[in-house]
């Protein structure tokens, strides 16, 4: 079964600044999908930035972007210049590539952010 | 407009009571999902529907019973309500089941047990 940590339960950052939040997965899959979701105190879920395991180069999203590292099983989110908006909960989740029941998120237990002014 | 709306929002009943989810989604998206987020914020799947078909059905206790009446709507329904069933519900949508299709959560459904 796939596993998903992240080891930092709490992080802080001051606006304008750089965070990086870790993840790190365990699979025997070769091809895989990554995410980051975010959870603001509003409750919504919502897509940050996915990753496809085939693919090297890392997804960048504005202000967001991923360290993917396959053969550490790492995938860290970067969130530069950051806004008071991205305090939220976030979660890193992993999905099998193929296969109907395969076709689930598999969740960390998420990183809270506090965006400081 | 509500992409994936879920109703009600804040659901308080007693013990042993038996409630329903409705969820329903306006997106075109043939799956449908169901997960369960724990006091300590863990997102945990439950059920997933693809066109009304049961593909995911993660060692969920047998009070709980998904209902599909169309590819826009999954209903949860949960018998003989447990102190331990207090969560937040989400449900979620995406077009097929591959990895690379987004899903799309609701708002939550947050459920209290007395």
């Known amino acids: 079964a796939q596993t998903v940590t992240q080891s930092q339960p709490e992080m802080s950052v001051q606006e304008a600044e750089t965070v990086t939040l870790s993840c790190t997965y365990d699979?025997?899959?070769?091809?895989?999908?990554l995410f980051w979701y975010k959870q603001p105190p509003s409750r919504q879920m919502i897509l940050v930035i996915r990753?496809?395991?085939?693919?090297?180069q890392n997804a960048t999203e504005n202000r967001f972007s991923v360290n993917f590292q396959k053969a550490a099983k790492s995938f860290s989110l970067k969130i530069s210049d950051s806004q008071l908006g991205d305090t939220a909960m976030y979660f890193c989740?992993?999905?099998?590539?193929?296969?109907?029941?395969?076709?689930?998120?598999?969740f960390g237990k998420g990183t809270l952010l506090t965006v400081n002014p | 407009d509500t992409a994936v709306s879920q109703t009600p929002k804040y659901l308080v009943t007693q013990m042993g009571n038996d409630k329903s989810i409705k969820c329903e989604q306006n997106?075109?998206?043939?799956?449908m999902y169901w997960y369960k987020q724990d006091s300590k914020k863990f997102l945990k799947i439950m059920f997933s529907?693809?066109?009304?078909?049961?593909?995911i059905n993660e060692t969920v206790p047998n009070r709980f019973s998904p209902k599909s009446p169309d590819k826009a709507h999954l209903n949860l329904h949960i018998n003989s309500l447990e102190l331990g069933d207090s969560a937040v519900y989400f449900c979620?949508?995406?077009?097929?089941?591959?990895?690379?299709?987004?899903?799309?959560f609701g708002p939550g459904t947050r459920l209290t047990v007395l």
């Open positions: 979620a949508s995406s077009r097929g089941l591959a990895g690379f299709n987004e899903q799309f």
């Open positions: 699979t025997s899959e070769s091809n895989y999908y």
């Open positions: 990753q496809e395991a085939y693919k090297q």
């Open positions: 989740a992993f999905m099998r590539w193929s296969g109907g029941s395969n076709y689930k998120l598999t």
């Open positions: 997106l075109g998206h043939d799956t």
């Open positions: 529907y693809n066109n009304k078909e049961l593909i």
